[in-house]
């Protein structure tokens, strides 16, 4: 699965391939919520802000904070990404599971997103 980012010169569910996997996706109605894995492959393809925001989105920022402590996270942050994406993988306190980035969502892709 590639991480996929709607803008303004996205042509993905213009393609026909890309109209057609988005069209399978809704008609099965696959959940990719169900086929998530929070990776180190992931992590490093993104940017720091992004991997940032889906600590934020998903809960993992106000975990990570209650077990380590006030304001770890933003402490985290400030750091090295590479620190970051190991501290992201080595904490088993959280789960990722039910979890889905935003740019993964098939209304990313669809034209009912907004761009």
């Known amino acids: 699965t590639s991480v ?3 803008d303004g010169s996205d ?3 213009k393609s026909t391939s890309g109209a057609q996997s988005l069209a399978f996706i809704q008609a099965a109605q696959m959940n990719a919520t169900d086929f998530f894995q929070m990776t180190e492959e992931y992590l490093k393809a993104l940017t ?3 991997i940032i925001q889906d600590c934020k989105a998903s809960g993992f920022a106000a975990k990570f904070d209650e077990a380590k402590g006030d304001k770890a996270f933003s402490k985290l942050t400030a750091g090295k990404v590479d620190d970051l994406i190991k501290a992201i993988l080595e904490f088993s306190d959280f789960s990722w599971s039910g979890y889905l980035p935003e740019a993964l969502k098939v209304s990313a892709h669809t ?3 907004t761009a």
């Open 111 to 113: 034209d009912s997103a």
């Open 4 to 6: 996929l980012r709607r």
């Open 48 to 50: 720091k802000p992004a």
């Open 11 to 13: 042509s993905f569910a």
